[in-house]
């Protein structure tokens, strides 16, 4: 059986074989099962990674199997006060940004009013969360409605720390993305295996299951970015290898492919998160169906959140 291993750093070849790597997982998506053997394994992924077309202008596109534009958020997650925040966007505001690249941050609730009036009109806002249906009596809850309001455009739903630490289950998360959906917002749909599923070889079968939730909910992939996020990798500083993490990305494309549409698995941005940072971005980048990013602690800081950003260059080469 064919073992991978990582070594994308080195200068000729962006793949090497060696030590056992689809640790933990049960099984090969379909593109992977089609190889057993090393021999077999290499053309083909070369072959995924290499120029569509040599004809093609000076700076393309090399390694994007979906259609959709690169996508980076910034989780600010419970960080930040009125000063460390003012610092933040005014960072954010002097960074040069790749045009071809869409970036939207998750500030707390309490500071949206204050990003949206000080941030550049490049970088949308997203909330960390909505309550499941229209505002009233609830305790504590922000309404998709009062986001909007206030001028955000997406909502991140199903992150881990809600899922494990606030307790929302894959049913509750369904419903708030349709919600959300439905009033316009647009949703950034986190899935994600614990370090023990992913031990057990559970980490399709979980993600797969929390794709389904969505799926069964929402009548639209439209306004959906998927965020790859596997919970051991989150905030950890153990971010998942290049290939660790395309073999789920190309394993939830195929999903979408076989359970929603060709066209959904071509155009829905699925997103890497967990322990990115300026230093790794790049050979996460790299990998086909990895079409951006969900970055934590790395997007508290302006300039690094902002090689990420840009990150989207070392998708393309010049002719
Ligand atoms: P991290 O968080 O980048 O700090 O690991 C990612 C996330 O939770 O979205």
Redesign the pocket.
Known sequence: MAMLSTSLSGPKSAISYSAPHFSGLRRLCTKLDATNSHSSFLPNFNSQLRCSSPRKPSRHVVAMAGTGTFFV?G?W?CNGTKESITKLVSDLNDTKLETDVDVVVAPPFLYIDQVKASLSDRIEISAQNSWVGKGGAFTGEISVEQLKDIGCKWV?LG???RRHIIGENNEFIGKKAAYALSQGLGVIA?IGELLEEREAGKTFDICFEQLKAFADAVPSWDNIVI?Y?PVW?????K?ATPLQAQEVHIAVRDWLKKNVSEEVASKTRIIY?????GGNCAELAKQEDIDGF??????LKGPEFATIINSVTSKKVAA
Do not use: F, Q, R
Not at 233 to 237: K, P
Not at 294 to 299: P, Q
């Open positions: 958020g989780n997650k991140i992150h881990s720390e986190c965020a996020e990798a989150i905030g950890t500083g971010v998160g967990g322990s990115v940072n969900l970055v934590g602690g790395a997007s």
